[in-house]
Every structure is written in C-alpha cells, then in structure tokens.
C-alpha cells in the first residue's frame, strides 16, 4: 500500500490513540526525524509467546503495510499485521508507569507487563509469567 493511499471505510487497521499519536509524533520531532515512520510489529520473544515492539523506521519494505495517521506513517510488515489488525495502541503517563500500550483484541492470554500476548493460533501452550 503507498503511504498515501486512503484507507477504505472499515478496513481493519491497528489504530494509535490521540494520546499516542502526539507522542510519536513529538518523538520524531524530538530525533529531528521527519522523514521516519514509526515500526509497530510483533517477536516470538515475549513472556506469552508474542512479544510488542515499536521503533523509529527510516527505509521500510517493500512488503510493509503503510497507514497514514495524521501526518504519521505507521508501518506494519505481513507477519505483525496479521497479529495485530485492530489493535489499539494508547499512550499511558501515570504512577505505575509511562509507555505505550497495546491493546490486543487477538490475544487469548496477555502478560501483567502489558509488552507480551498469546495469540489463538500460538504453538505456546504456556501461561503467561512474567514475573512482574
């Protein structure tokens, strides 16, 4: 999908609060980054079996789902995106912590770190444990 393709009504997409969207926003402003999208994907390292990750892209592949989000270019590549379509990813400040969070509709177990989920068609029949 080119980055600046709308996306049809409905489409199933991983969306980012308005409290994340700013944040990321301000992180690439931050990194005078603009030209940079921000990754969101999923590895088979978490503690439930899949594990979120977010990072600074500056060349995405050719392979990756691009969405455009109010001026802000979220990539996804296949794999990730089938994992997470319809997430939702929000930013949190607050006593316990500061972060994103991903909020996982796909996920059958998630950790009580909130970084690490299993989803239905995961081969890990083990609990989550994090140890927090």
């Keep these: 999908m080119d980055p600046d393709e709308t996306l049809q009504p409905g489409e199933q997409v991983v969306t980012l609060t308005k409290a994340a969207l700013a944040r990321a926003k301000r992180l690439l402003e931050e990194r005078n980054l603009p030209h940079h999208a921000l990754r969101v994907f999923v590895s088979g390292s978490g503690c439930c079996g899949l594990q979120y990750g977010m990072a600074i892209e500056s060349q995405p592949h050719e392979t990756d789902r691009h969405f455009l989000m109010d ?6 590549d296949p794999v990730s995106l089938e994992y997470l379509a319809g997430a ?7 006593p316990t912590g500061t972060g994103f969070k991903i909020d996982n509709p796909n996920a059958i ?7 690490s989920s299993r989803a239905e ?12």
């Design 109 to 115: 177990a998630a950790c009580e770190c909130g970084q």
């Design 88 to 94: 939702t990813i929000g930013y949190v400040e607050g």
């Design 71 to 76: 001026g802000l270019d979220v990539v996804i």
């Design 121 to 132: 068609d995961s081969s890990s029949s083990e609990g989550c444990a994090c140890g927090s």
